[in-house]
């Protein structure tokens, strides 16, 4: 089975405070994304990455940056976390190769809390 | 630009009451579309997809047909049980040659009391 992982389930952090969100899937695929998800809004695509070293905006990338070094790594960066950043994170990939490219896998989630 | 619009919950059912969540959809071309399932505390999976007009994707009970002429693809199960309880979301496809980026609706929250 495929296995998305991030690297909190729950974080707290100050307004103004650098943060990364760590994501690392197993099955060696070439897509990962970046969402948002709130109440009533469902998931929002903040950034999505085709491959090493790319990486394309998605529809809400205002105050995220992202960092693909590895294939099997995607980070997401809040450069300076603000209060309306509180929300939860997914992160999703998949993979073009395997004949199935709109199927995508998700992680567990981070649930991020900024004060 | 292509759109996703669920029914809105949340949306509470008896056991083995019959389920449909109503979702429909605007885009360009000819997309696939999706229903993920997010349980409690965990990320979203696939539960049924379809590629083309007319195809009918089903899994765990759940069914979902691919009508091009009104633009949807409701969700519906015959029977619900509480461990369905979960957000459900419909998605569709925004193809290009290195794979698709999904565009999901807002959620339906599901709830089944026993």
């Known amino acids: 089975d495929v296995k998305v992982t991030q690297s909190s389930r729950y974080l707290v952090k100050r307004t103004g405070e650098k943060v990364f969100l760590e994501c690392v899937q197993d099955m060696d695929h070439e897509n990962m994304f970046w969402y948002r998800q709130d109440p009533g809004l469902g998931l929002r695509l903040i950034y999505f990455?085709?491959?090493?070293?790319?990486?394309e905006k998605g529809d809400i990338p205002e105050g995220y940056s992202v960092s693909r070094e590895k294939k099997e790594r995607f980070s997401l960066i809040l450069e300076s976390a603000s209060t309306n950043q509180t929300s939860m994170y997914l992160c999703a990939s998949s993979s073009p190769a395997s004949g199935r490219p709109n199927e995508q896998y998700f992680g567990p989630g981070t649930r991020l809390t900024v004060t | 630009g292509d759109s996703v619009t669920q029914m809105e919950g949340p949306v509470t059912l008896s056991e083995e009451a019959f389920l449909t969540i109503n979702c429909t959809y605007t885009?360009?071309?000819?997309?696939?579309l999706f229903w993920y399932v997010q349980y409690p505390g965990e990320g979203l999976q696939l539960l049924l997809k379809?590629?083309?007009?007319?195809d009918k994707g089903s899994n765990k009970g759940f069914e979902a047909t691919y009508r091009k002429e009104t633009t949807s693809f409701h969700l519906e199960k015959g029977s619900v049980q509480v461990s369905d309880s979960a957000v459900y979301f419909c998605?569709?496809?925004?193809?290009?040659?290195?794979?698709?980026?999904?565009?999901f609706g807002q959620g339906t929250e599901l709830s089944v009391k026993p």
């Open positions: 998605a569709l496809s925004d193809w290009n040659n290195q794979g698709g980026k999904l565009i």
């Open positions: 990455s085709y491959d090493v070293k790319m990486k």
């Open positions: 379809a590629t083309k007009a007319d």
């Open positions: 885009a360009t071309g000819y997309p696939s």
